[in-house]
């Protein structure tokens, strides 16, 4: 298994892997697949976000399903209600994501852990509370239809399914580029000191405040984007959408893939979303399997599937170093015996 995992994180697999979606709608035995693997790209980009907050800073957000939902219905709001056209309203709702992540952070981020959590699971809730009781402005239940589609400037028609898989795939693409670029950057050793640990990363001069608040940041405009994009792609969406049960499976697609990884929220959410569209023919019993295979997960792979092979390659490594290490200690040692019985 180890070794399968082994060939998926080279660069050359890499490749092999976006080659793989490129062609994907191709060899999809249906447009309902490549709808399919189009949503869990879309839930990707939302867990990368949280990958930021939670992997890299290690700051639970409970609220990162309720930003998903605030990208959704900017966009929706604008283009269904005020006639906005597809992009200008998908920047709106960037903004807006990252703003409203800042005014939250400013305040969530000056407390500590389980605290933190508790928080913004409260913030997470009363998102889905304004959003389903605000009927003025979100429509309440009923939710917002007619929400338009991109535009593709006169050269492709994002209304169909393939198309817009395309475009979806295009910002995961970016998605991850950033995340590695941003893992390799002082900003990103940065968050990772804090996560080690709140007073060493104090001590080494680390601003907890402002980087913790960027990292917040950064995470909701990961899920406003994500957001955005879903609403683009169903054109119709309630106050589920900013249902906790979302956060709480974006949480589990990262622990799956691996928490503080680079390709651990794909692996993830690909992953469970395709065994998920798997058992649907088992319908209310599919947890009965789903359930216990999501077990064995844990058991086997306790730092998810990207975050263990990595475990297991870093010890793999000190194994060598030592034994290669050992091996030139006994040389040393033989040498100069033979030395001696030569003289």
Known sequence: ???????????????????????FPFFAANEYQVYVMA??????????????????????NLAHGGFFAIGAYTLGLLTADYGWSFWPAF????????VLGFLVGIVSLR????????????????IYLLIDKW????????????IAAPYGFGVVDFTDTTPFYYLVLAFLVFAIWFMGRLSKSLLGRTFIAIRNGDE???????NLMRNKVLAFVLSTTYAGLAGALYAG?????????ANINHTFDMITYLLVGGIGTIMGPLLGTVGIVWITQSLQFLEEYRMIIFGPLLVLLVIFFPRGIAGSFLTW????????????KHKESKVNTVQPREAESNA
């Open 135 to 146: 009927e003025e402005l979100t429509h309440g239940a009923i939710g917002v239809r007619d």
């Open 233 to 241: 792609m169903v054109r119709f969406i309630g106050p589920d959408e």
């Open 313 to 324: 390659m870093h010890r793999k490594s000190q194994a060598l170093g030592s034994g290669k």
């Open 200 to 206: 060493l990363a104090q001590s080494l001069g680390i």
């Open 91 to 98: 920047v709106a709702a960037l903004v807006m994501a990252a």
């Open 39 to 60: 949503t869990a790209f879309v839930w990707a980009i939302a867990v990368y976000g949280l990958n930021i907050i939670t992997g890299f800073c290690g700051q639970l």
């Open 1 to 23: 298994m180890f070794k399968f995992a082994s060939l998926l994180m080279t660069p050359a697999a890499k490749y092999l892997m976006l080659a793989f979606a490129v062609l």
């Open 111 to 126: 407390l500590k852990e389980h605290y933190f959590a508790i928080f913004t699971l409260c913030v997470g809730f009363i």
